[in-house]
């Protein structure tokens, strides 16, 4: 899915799908998909591809979840300034090659996995970001903190509260927030609090 676009730098191309990562179908039959490279995820109607819009967002894009009320929560693994530097970094080391490893992924690995391990809950780990079904972003967006270092699957429960898995270190955890439906929050929560504990729900059990 390409358009023009007359900007030299990688990261600067709205138009563009890169990498396509994950995708879900909100209830206006419309396709979420996020770029494994860029800073937008993309919408589409599932009848009409070629009338794709884009939204800006963080940098890495992993999953994407919609809820009940037509919210899409996306995740970012890289969500910050030193995100989108880290980006550029992983561009360069697939693009030219330094190292003298003639496979790209592997020295596109030699960057992204370490920083995955350095990541930290906080604004400068990764990110959540909520669109509105008129694909305006939330108030509260983008998600910080909360237990989320480097965000990958989101989901939606029964309750339309969201969990989110992270994959940096052996004891990654599993974040849990408050959704939209604020009859399924604890006493005095919002959308957007953690319902899990400040380091998420530390499981041991993710493997990089």
């Known amino acids: 899915m390409l358009c023009q676009n007359e900007s030299k730098n990688p990261l600067d191309k709205p138009c563009e799908l890169l990498a396509p990562f994950a995708l879900a179908v909100d209830q206006q039959d419309r396709i979420w998909v ?3 490279f860029g800073a937008h995820v993309t919408r589409f109607p599932a009848s009409d591809p070629t009338k794709a819009e884009t939204f800006k967002a ?3 894009g992993r999953g994407l979840a919609v809820d009940s009320l037509g919210n899409v929560w996306v995740t970012y693994k890289l969500g910050s300034e030193r995100g989108r530097l880290k980006q550029l970094e992983l561009i360069a080391a697939c693009t030219v090659n330094l190292t003298g490893d003639p496979d790209a992924l592997s020295r596109a690995g030699e960057v992204l996995v ?6 930290i809950s906080g604004w400068e780990g990764g990110s959540v970001t909520v669109f509105r079904p008129d ?3 939330a108030s509260f967006s983008p998600v910080y903190g909360k237990g989320i270092t480097a965000p990958g699957a989101v989901s939606v429960d029964g309750y339309d509260n969201i969990w989110i898995s992270n994959l940096s270190t052996s004891s990654a955890a599993i974040a849990e ?3 939209f439906r604020t009859e399924n929050h604890p006493p005095g929560f919002k959308t957007r609090d953690a ?11 993710m493997q990089m």
């Open 195 to 205: 319902i899990s504990p400040p380091g998420g729900y530390v499981i041991g059990s």
């Open 135 to 137: 694909g305006s972003e």
């Open 58 to 60: 963080g940098f890495l």
């Open 177 to 179: 927030l408050c959704g």
């Open 34 to 36: 996020t770029s494994g």
């Open 114 to 119: 370490p920083a995955m391990a350095a990541q």
